[in-house]
T-cell receptor, first 113, second 112 residues
């Protein structure tokens, strides 16, 4: 069965620190990959996505993620976090050609000013 | 632009009572529609999805059901709520040619 693992459940960083959130999935076929973010009191929204092509994708607010097929990973990065990045981050996988999306358990990021 | 609505925003219901949560989408036609439940520390669990009117696929056997009576309306129901049905329910839509999902504001359900 497909699954998505986010190993970091809670992360606390100071402003200007670098961020990397891990995401690993289990599925042998072609996948579409997503990172979503939920800011306090707001809807879940798309941060970035990967369908094909360049495995390094850039999203909103300076975030980027790299798809490493051999490692079944899609880690999220940001070189310098801001207090406003405090949110919960979800990795999601869609098996290409299907309507099913599997979400990770989420990572709560707190950035200290 | 597209908008997704969910109501009610919060709901407190006794065990054994019925449930009806509604989701509507504006600004798009023939969307794929989804119901998720979000539990603390457990991420989002896909409950149902629909690719068209009257077409419902269930991902998790449980006490809930879904219906799509109109193209842009998706309803989550239960005949008799259980304590374990408490949670945060999210509706989402995606386009036919796209795979990213757009989420609604959610409904916080507490079963007492």
């Amino acid at each position: 069965a497909q699954s998505v693992s986010q190993h970091n459940h809670h992360v606390i960083l100071s402003e200007a620190a670098s961020l990397e959130l891990g995401c690993n999935y289990s599925y042998g076929g072609t996948v579409n990959l997503f990172w979503y973010v939920q800011y306090p009191g707001q809807h879940l929204q798309l941060l970035l996505k990967y369908f094909s092509g360049d495995p390094l994708v850039k999203g909103i607010k300076g975030f980027e993620a790299e798809f490493i097929k051999s490692k079944f990973s899609f880690n999220l990065r940001k070189p310098s976090v801001q207090w406003s990045d405090t949110a919960e981050y979800f990795c999601a996988v869609n098996a290409a050609g299907t309507y099913k999306y599997i979400f990770g358990t989420g990572t709560r990021l707190k950035v200290l000013a | 632009s597209q908008t997704i609505h969910q109501w009610p925003a919060t709901l407190v219901q006794p065990v054994g009572s019925p449930l009806s949560l509604e989701c509507t989408v504006e600004g798009t036609s023939n969307p794929n529609l989804y119901w998720y439940r979000q539990a603390a520390g457990r991420g989002l669990q896909l409950l149902f999805y629909s690719v068209g009117i009257g077409q419902i696929s269930s991902e998790v056997p449980q006490n809930l059901s879904a219906s799509r009576p109109q193209d842009r309306q998706f309803i989550l129901s239960s005949k008799k709520l259980l304590l374990s049905d408490s949670g945060f329910y999210l509706c989402a839509w995606s386009g036919l040619a796209e795979y990213e999902q757009y989420f609604g504001p959610g409904t916080r359900l507490t079963v007492t």
